[in-house]
C-alpha cells in the first residue's frame, strides 16, 4: 500500500497533496430489554486524497481504493478551478512513523459471546425493576488502521481504537414518559465494561424516581454543576470558541478572542489536548499529519491559547496544536477538540454548595450545544440545593447562556476532577467525533433553566 | 453493483434460510464557500451494501465497503445470527412500485463551474444588503443508486438526485452575534437564488434592534422552521412503532382517540415527486403509499417497518429507513401538516405580543421520548400587533409537545417545505414556558 501511495504522491509539486486511507471494523450489540435487538459487524475501507492549490482545497473520497493517481488529478483539478489567493500552511518537520497497539483489554480482541454476556447482565438488572417500563443498551466498539502519507515526507501509520456504552432505562405513568440513561467510553479499552453494575442499578432507579419529581421552574438560578455537566459546559461554552476555525477570518471575534483577554477569575484554567494519554480524544498524529500536544486554552482566567490546524496557525501566526480531525476518510480535517477540561482548584464540594440558600445541583447529561456566543447543555438529572444542602430531585432541565457573562459568572471550581468519555462531538456534519471532557464540581451564578 | 449483489445473493441463499441485500452507491459534489469567498470543491463516491439473513429462525446482519468483501460479509451475517431476534416476518416480494420520479438528469449534469456561480450570486445579493456579514454557503449536488434485493423475490431499484443550497450568515456587533440561515433542497436543480436572498434579508432587517418581552405568558408562533426542528422529533418519536412496540409512546392505545387540537392533521406521503425524501419504494421493498398518521387532532396510524409491524399484528406502512451499518428501522418519507385558513401575516395582526421562533439552540436535547422540548433562541422575534419590535435574545422556551399541542391558537394557511422531507405552516401555540435572563 506505501508504494502505491508513494508512488501517486511523486512529481506532484505544483500543489500541497495529502492521501488518507483508512480502514475500519466496528462491532454493535443493542439490546431491548433483555433482548438482544440487534448485532452487527461491519467493515469499511476507503480513502480520500486532499490537495492545496493556491488558496484553493480540492478534496476526493471514495471507497474504491485503485486509481489513486487519477484520484488526486481529479483533487488537484478542483483546488485549481478555485483559483484563490494563496494560502500558506504552517511549517511542519516531515515525519515518518508507523504505529503498533499497545492496548490492554482490547474491545476488538473480545469474542462477541462474552461482550453479548457482560450486557446481558446489565439488561437484567435494568429489567429487574419492576417499575422499567423498556430499557435499552447500545454497544459499538471499532478498530481503525489509518494510513496518512503527504507529498511533504510525512507517511504515518495509526491503529487507533474507541469502544462508546449507552445504558438507558424508561418509566412510564400513563402519557408521562421520564428517561435516564448514562454514557461512556473508552479508547478500546474493555475493563471499564465488565465494572458496570451500579450503573446500571442507579439507571433504572433514576428513570422511576423523575416520574415522581416535580418540575422546576424555570428562571435564573445559583447552579453547581458534577463533573460530567461541567464537562459538557466547557466544552460547549469554551471549547468551540477556541477552534480557531471560527476565528481565523472573523476580524472582530478575532479582537474579542485577543491572546491575554481576561474571561474569568484567577481559579479557572481550561486545557485541551491530545496529547494527554488513554482517553477517547487522544493520539500521536492529527489528520494532517501534526504531532498532538497539550494546550492551555485559559490560564488564571486569561485566554493563553486555541486549537489550531495548519492553515487556522499560519494565519493567526500561533502554533499548531495537531487539533485537525476527521470523523472519517470521507470528510476533510476541520479544528477539533480532543480531551477538555477544567483544572482542579482547592474547593471542597460541601464548601461550593454551603452558601447556596436556593439553587440547582445539575448532573450528568443529555446534550450540549453551542453557536459561538450562547449555548444550551441539558443535564439528565437535578436537584434543589436549599439552605447549603441537597434536596428533592427535580425533572432535568437545560441550562443556557452567553458565553462571555457566563465565564464572568463562573465563580468557584472544585477539586474533585473527573473525565466523561461517553457521547461524541459534532461540528459541520461530522458526528459523532470520540473526545472526552471533564471538570471539578463548579459554581455558577445566575444561570438561566429552562423547564424540560 | 448489481453483480456484487447478486454474487453476495448467491452465497448468502445457499446458506440460509433467507437473505436480502440493502445496497447505495452514492456520488456528491460540493462546493463550499466560507467567509465569503470559494474554499473548497470535493468529490465524494460511497459505496456500501448490507446482507440481513435469516438462519436457524434468528435475523444476523453484517456489512461492508470493499468491494471484494463478499465472503466475509455472508460469514459475518451467518455468526451475528445466534444473537439475533427470532424471526417474525418475511421479506418483501414486490417487483413493481409506483412511478415517483426523483431523478433529474439536469442536476446530475449540472456543471462546477454553474454551482460557483450560484454561490458568488448568492453572497453577493445577500452582501449587497449588508456588506459586514460574513457569509458560508454549501452547494451540494448528490447522486445515488438504491438497490433492494431479496430470495423472496422482491427488487427495487431506483436513482435519486438531489441539490441543495444552504447558506448561513453571522453579523458581529461588539460581542453580539446573529446568526441568519436558509437552505433549499429539491431533485431538480434550484438555480433562482431569490427566496433565500429574500428571507436572510428579512431576517436581518427583523433583527435590527433586539427587545426584551414584557411578559412571559404569551403566545409563541414556531415558522415552519421551528416546526421542523423544535416540535417534529418528540411528535415523530411518539408515532414511531418502535416506541409504540416498547409501549413507551404517549399515544400508545390511544389509535382513533383525539390526541390533539383538532387543527392538526398529518400525513406521510412519500409519493410526492422529485421531493427529496420521496422514494418508489421504502428499505425493505414495500412500495410508497400515503398514510394519514393525525387526522384532525385524531391519531389514525403509526410508522411501522416490517418488523415492527409484525409484533404489532399489522401491516408496514412502507416506512422502513436504514443506514448500510444497520437493520432498518420505522421513520417518516415525506410529511404534510396540514394548511389553516389565514396567512400568518393575519395571524400575528391580531395578537398583542407574541414571539416568533425560527431557530433554537438545544432543541432534541432532552426527554425527547416523553416529548419535552427546550432551548435558547437562536434567531426569534418579539412582535406587537403584527409587527416586529425587534430579535429575541437570551431567552429559553420549553415545554411538552403533547401538551401544547392541545394548546394551539391557530395555524397559518401558507407554509412552506422545510429540508426536503416537511411542508409546514407557521402554528401559534399557548402555554409555552418563556424564561429570559436578567
Redesign the interface.
Known sequence: MRDVIQEALKKRTNAHVEIRIEEKT?T??RF??R????????????GSIRALVGG?????????INNLDKKVD??IN??T??N?ESLRLSDRSPVEHIGVSDLENDATAVP??VK?QVLDEYAGIMGSNSAI??SSIHYKDAAITDIFASNDGTYIEQRKADLALRLSA?A?NG?????SGVSLGSNGDFSFVRKLHSDAQAVSDKAVELLAAKQLP???YTVVLDPILAGVFVHEAFGHLSEADHVY??Q??RE?MRLGKKFSGKHLNVVDGALIPDLRGSYEFDDEGTPSSRTYLIREGELVGRLHSRETAARMNEKPTGNARSISH?F?PIVRMTNTFIEPGATTFEELISGIDYGVYAKNW?????????????AGEANVIRNGKIEETV??V?L???V??TLEHLDCVGNDLAMNQGGGCGKQGQSPLPVSNGSPHIRIQ?C????? | MLDQINQIMTQAKTKSQSAEVFAVNNVQTPVIF??N????????????YALRVFHNGKV????????D?VE??VQ??L??SQ???SVNYEFSRHKDFPDIEVFDPETEAIP??QM?SIGEELIERIRSFNSQL?CDCRIVKSTSDVYLVNSEGGFSQYRKTVFAVSFEG?L?I????L?VMDSIVSCHPVREMTSIVTNVIEQLSHSKQTSKISNHKIPVVFTPQAVSSVLMNPLLSALNGRSVL?????FSSKLSCKIMDSRISLQDDPTIPFIPASRPSDAEGIPSRQTVLIEDGVLKSFLYDLQTAAYMGTVSTASASRS????PSPAPGVLRLSPGSKNHQKILDGVSEGIIVEQL??A????V????????I?LGYRFQNGEIIGRV??T?????V?EILNQVLDVSEDGRWIGGYLWSPYIMLDGI??????
Open positions: 466496528t454493535s450489540v431491548k430489554d433482548e438482544i435487538e440487534e448485532v452487527s459487524l461491519n467493515t469499511s475501507l476507503g484553493g482545497w480540492g478534496f476526493v473520497s471514495f471507497n474504491d481529479l483533487a478542483q483546488a478551478i478555485i484563490a462477541l459471546h453479548t417500563q423498556t424508561l412510564r402519557g408521562d414518559v421520564q428517561q424555570a428562571g435564573e477570518e472573523n472582530q471575534l474579542i470521507s476533510p443529555y446534550g450540549g450545544m453551542t453557536s459561538m456566543e450562547m449555548f444550551t447543555f441539558s425533572r432535568p437545560m443556557s447562556g452567553n462571555f457573562k445566575q438561566l433553566v429552562g423547564g424540560a | 466560507h467567509a469567498n470559494l474554499k473548497s470543491v470535493e468529490t465524494k463516491q460511497s459505496q456500501g444476523g446482519f453484517a456489512s461492508s465497503s470493499k468491494p468483501d466475509h460479509v459475518n451475517a455468526d451475528t444473537y439475533g431476534v462546477v463551474e460557483i460574513l453571522t458581529m461588539g460581542t453580539d452575534m446568526f416498547r409501549d413507551i409512546s404517549p448500510i451499518n444497520a437493520l439552540i438545544g432534541g436535547q432532552s426527554n421520548q416523553g416529548g419535552d422540548f427546550s432551548g435558547n437562536l435574545k437570551d429559553m422556551i420549553s415545554g411538552n403533547h414556558s418563556v424564561a429570559s435572563s436578567t
